[in-house]
């Protein structure tokens, strides 16, 4: 077996030195009869690596990969372009084969790479603190309504969810707050140009312990985070904000400069990749360093060493489990390290200046692309505001075209049918993501395969 | 007799504590601060700029397929749909360019250990090799580069995968079902306190307390916490196993539950394991299983067969996928028959035609209704979308790789290497748990018998100077000062003997009052860091604005 480098004599020679007559006798404390007397049945044996890369290439042939299509899939998962050096540097061992470092004298390279990216997401989302990562965008999200309780101490018990909230999202904010006593109140998104701000600010009241709204909305739109914010402030609830597609940071302004308390959201659109949903990279920030020691998940910090030189080091491990066990602000343990590394390589290629090109560029093809799709018969575009991703209400159910068009090799967008089912009043939108990767011919591609299908 | 033979360092060298004005040892300073391969490097922020970036953009020219530059029309530039929102400030990012950045990362990956450099023995965290073929295979374009939410009929090979994995998991597990979308090995707890809450609340019969055993992972009450329940410790008997009787005697119907790794910290393995499922299961609660630890007995015992109703799989531990310098991992949770109807959302399910399914809120209760008799009652969503997919191409291609026979042989390797740990340190390290048999994947030492005042951090940092990570210290917290060492089943008789002549050496000198020790590590990049300034005055971001484009930095004029 190629990963195993014991030989039989190695073996013998272990068993004798320990003094076990045979490899049973080290399973003894196994109950007889639940010991297995052989490999399990009804299981394949061990394969040659050529036999098991032909078997995952036979599936991976069966998916219908976004480069080989004309493709405007968005809502929460974007497609980009990711330059090699990121995937160059991410595979190098020291990297990928590393532990948390909870050694810091052996993981500097870890730790300041995680004090960077700390850096990289405080200044994207207009905050003072970030913490090294969490799961994805969703549980980032409800991490932050758990961290919101805790602050207003259990004296508050409702979560306003904007309705244009990802439904993922909400749905696990619902799910958790089941177990928790939180009282959620969600919403459905309207259909309108423009987010119903108002409506949610209606919402809030004294018993709010917070406040969540998504920047980009689900439905494309940016929803005026200044006003319901201060609205919120009035009531003691916090504002969570979410953003799933921090490439838009490049050309709006920030949550946290708009007075978001918490801001969280999804990094895979920078480094990570599509990978059919994971691994992605939660993040979650703070704008006053007041809450830093209600955060969840693990904080990378600058101290120095015992001859004055700078370092790193993971800190206030106190809100953590394996120190707080049953009162930590978290169960989280492992989190999405790879990944962070992948964002902050990534970043530190676009920088400043390449980030807000980028967003431009999203921003200039979206545009192109609502302007081109609204001169479609039966195509209604439905944004006011938008950065690369917009809502289309079509002449039909939605989700039907989007089946159809992939026999032409088009993936249309997420249809508002899959990501709220049941809701007939949604069925005709569809949420259309545009970035760099999407070329002019394949806007053209899109529109004339909606003219034929709505003609 | 268990004195190594050959030994590199015959002289009997050792660090000495360097002296103030003593360059003999530690060699002259450098004008740079780097010596040799040992590079410094600043912080990102320190040497980018606000005006740099290593990616280029095609704006209104676009090369053809030739690489021909073809001057095309640039569509007029549309209105921008930003309106108010429009950034007018500067975010405050640096970049670098592509020469830049590939030298700042593997500069930065030269100051950290890793598996590829060494043995990795931290214990409960299974730092085996990873597999490059798995790297590979997540990386083909039908994996890497789908969308989620993309039409079921575009990805049915990524579904096959999911639940290829799962029917394996399932198999090797003896279990029922299993849910595959948890995050991370915490993730999986939670799920599966949830499914056992779920299962109690279906038939109103709300509980309120969880047993966690004091040797737990902190994940254990800090998950049962985080589903409302209140915690109770489960008294461990004299060989650190749990203590069956007085379980039974705390067992009532205010127990929902029991959460119990198996093999457990201690490395050993549950003996009473079924014992104790069938007092559980008697006063009508459940049995969640810590699966962190089975990579020690995959393919030897299947915990379905011990009553196990629910345990987590981290597959970076278990199933190689990489650590990657803490995660992503990956935490599907296999379920037993009265479990599985609560399982999350997201699933897959094959049907007899041979159709894999994704069974999401849309459709739940029809495909429940129409496969599953109406029996399957989810209790809602942990995650967006599907899962870890990344991490289930990498286990899938580890597991088919192993087959039912490799895997059983990662067990009984697995076991052996730490055995062989075991036996061959505990004349000279104390084994507090040897007597009472052989261990499974892990060996566990404590400090007793260390000079006074040498602790187990210390003893820690001295075998980074032997080049080595060290192994997990202070966990469990059973145990004073305890070392947890995990060779893995991918280390060879070579690796380990080289490994136990350090740790010999450096226990010998724990033992023996050693001073220098206190001052360790000497060679690696840093010293010890001050821990508790970090914590006393957090800096957790770099709060310097970015210098203008031009000015040097500190690597620049020298600056150490």
Sequence with gaps: MRYLPL?????????????????????????????????????????????????????????????????????????????????????????????????????????????????????????????????????????????????????????????????????????????????????????????????????????????????????????????????????????????????ALGAVKSPGELGADIVVGEGQSIGVGLQFGGPYLGLFAVRDEKYVRMMPGRLCGETVDAEGKRGFVLTLSTREQHIRREKATSNICTNSGLCALAFSVHMTLLGEKGLRQLAMENHRLACIAADRLAKVSGVEVLNDSFFNEFTVLLGGDARQIVRKLTKQDVLAGVSLGRLFPGNEALANGLLVAVTETTTEEDIETLASALEEVLA | MNAPTKTPNASG??????????????????????????????????????????????????????????????????????????????????????????????????????????????????????????????????????????????????????????????????????????????????????????????????????????????????????????????????????????LKSRLGPDVAGVMITNPSTLGLFERDLKAISDAVHEVGGFVYCDGANFNAIVGKVRPGDLGVDAMHINLHKTFSTPHGGGGPGSGPVVLSEALSPFAPLPYTSRTKDGVVHLVEEEDADSFSEEHFGGRMQHFGRMTAFHGQMGMFTRALSYILSHGADGLRQVAEDAVLNANYILRSLEDVLDAPFAHSGPCMHEALFSDKGFAEGMSTLDLAKGLIDEGYHPMTMYFPLVVHGAMLV????????????????????????????????????????????????????????????????????????GGR
């Design chain 1, 7 to 247: 030989t039989d004599t190695d073996r013998s020679a272990m068993l004798a030195k320990i003094g076990a007559s045979d490899i049973d006798a080290l399973f003894v404390d196994v109950p007889e009869e639940a010991r297995l007397s052989g490999p399990i049945e009804g299981l394949p044996m061990h394969a040659s690596e050529m036999a098991v890369e032909k078997h995952m290439r036979r599936l991976s042939k069966k998916n219908l990969a976004a480069a080989d299509a004309a493709f405007f899939l968005g809502a929460g998962a974007y497609k980009h372009h990711v330059p090699a050096s990121v995937d160059h540097i991410i595979q190098r061992g020291e990297f990928l084969t590393a532990y948390t470092p909870y050694q810091p004298e052996i993981a500097q390279g870890t730790l300041q790479m995680l004090f960077e990216f700390q850096t990289q997401v405080a200044r994207l989302y207009g905050c003072a603190v970030a913490n090294a990562s969490m799961y994805d965008g969703s549980t980032a999200c409800w991490e932050a309504v758990a961290m919101a309780s805790r602050i207003a101490r259990g004296k508050k018990r409702k979560v306003v969810l904007s309705g244009a909230l990802h439904p993922h999202y909400a749905e696990v904010v619902r799910t958790m707050a089941k177990f928790t006593d939180d009282e959620i109140a969600g919403a459905l998104p309207s259909l309108t140009a423009k987010p119903d701000d108002d409506g949610l600010i209606a919402r809030i009241d004294g018993d709010t312990s917070c406040v969540v709204v998504q920047y980009p909305d689900i439905l494309g739109r940016l929803p005026d985070i200044a006003k319901i914010a201060e609205a919120a402030h009035e009531q003691g609830a916090l504002v969570i904000a979410v953003n799933t597609e921090p490439v």
């Design chain 2, 13 to 246: 060298w050792k660090p000495g504590t360097p002296v103030e004005g003593d360059k003999a040892m530690s060699g002259p300073d450098t004008a740079t601060g780097n010596r040799a391969l040992m590079l410094e490097e600043p912080l990102l922020f320190e040497i980018g700029h606000s005006e740099t970036t290593g990616v280029d953009f095609d704006f209104a020219a676009k090369p053809d397929l030739a690489g021909v530059e073809q001057p095309s029309p640039p569509t007029p530039a549309p209105t921008s749909r930003l309106g108010s929102f429009e950034r007018s400030e500067p975010i405050g990012l640096v970049g670098l360019t592509e020469p830049e950045t590939v030298r700042h990362y593997t500069r930065l990956s030269r100051q950290n250990y890793a598996i590829d450099l060494g043995l990795f023995p931290l214990g409960s965290c299974t730092m085996k090799h990873n597999p490059r073929l798995n790297e590979k295979v997540a990386r083909m374009p039908g994996f890497a580069d789908v969308h989620p939410l993309q039409p079921v009929d575009t990805v049915r090979g990524a579904l096959e995968v999911i639940n290829e994995l799962a029917f394996w998991l399932i198999h090797l597990t003896g279990m029922h079902g299993v849910a595959m979308s948890p995050k991370a090995g915490a993730h999986g707890e939670l799920c599966g306190i949830l499914c056992i809450r779920a299962a109690l609340e279906a038939r109103g019969d709300a509980r309120k307390v969880i047993l966690v055993p004091e040797s737990a992972h902190g994940t254990n009450p800090a998950t049962a916490a985080f589903a409302g329940y209140e915690i109770e410790d489960i008294p461990a008997n004299s060989d650190g196993r749990v203590d069956l009787d007085a």
């Design chain 2, 486 to 557: 995990e060779p893995t089943e991918t280390e060879s008789k070579a690796a380990l003997d080289q490994f136990i002549l350090a740790l010999r050496s450096v226990a010998e000198r724990a033992k023996a009052g050693d001073e220098t020790l206190k001052t360790a590590p000497f060679y690696a990049p840093r010293r010890r860091l001050d821990e508790t300034q970090a914590a006393r005055k957090p800096v957790l971001a770099y709060k310097e604005q970015s210098a203008p484009a031009g000015t040097p930095v500190a690597s620049e004029v």
